[in-house]
């Protein structure tokens, strides 16, 4: 009996101890779990403020961006304003050099039909026919003047047009008339 004791008793110890060895064995893996918990905690709060600023960075930058896009919005608009008043301004200034050109060609009429007369009226035919004829060529250097000054309007015109239309593509306000 004793013996059977003493076994039970070796048996109790080997189970106990067995036991501590197990308990000892989950509280290291227990700490080491933690250590792991505290550890990819620590990771994820550093990935979780690296998305922070990374948020805010594009959101500070979609504002700007939005900001950018107003002010463009409104150049586009002040472009447009400047470009109808310019295309008004030389479009009058067309119609006065076509009224311009058409008094021009009137008075060549006149100083044609003058010429005319006074060749059939005057005695000094060569000396009248000369100074006419000067006044002809001034009248007609007038007119070239109206209808190269004409032309000139009618290419700023275009040029404002097309710088206007390149200015639309481009995003910028390439020229400001």
Excluded: Q
């Amino acid at each position: 009996m004793k013996a059977k004791f003493l076994e039970e008793k070796a048996s109790f110890e080997k189970e106990r101890k067995t036991e501590e060895w197990g308990r000892d064995g989950l509280k290291t893996k227990l700490h080491a779990a933690e250590e792991l918990i505290l550890k990819e905690r620590t990771e994820w709060k550093k990935i979780c403020d690296n998305d922070n600023r990374r948020m805010y960075a594009a959101r500070t930058k979609i504002t700007n961006l939005e900001s950018e896009v107003a002010t463009l919005k409104g150049n586009v608009e002040e472009l447009n304003a400047d470009r109808e008043r310019v295309e008004v301004e030389l479009r009058a200034r067309i119609v006065n050099k076509d009224k311009d050109l058409a008094a021009k060609d009137v008075e060549i009429g006149e100083l044609k039909h003058s010429l005319f007369e006074a060749h059939e009226k005057s005695e000094s035919l060569e000396t009248y026919l000369v100074a006419e004829k000067v006044r002809a060529d001034i009248a007609e250097e007038a007119r070239r003047a109206a209808n190269e000054a004409r032309n000139i309007s009618t290419s700023a015109l275009n040029v404002a047009r097309n710088n206007y239309a390149g200015s639309i593509h481009c995003g910028h306000a390439c020229l400001r008339i």
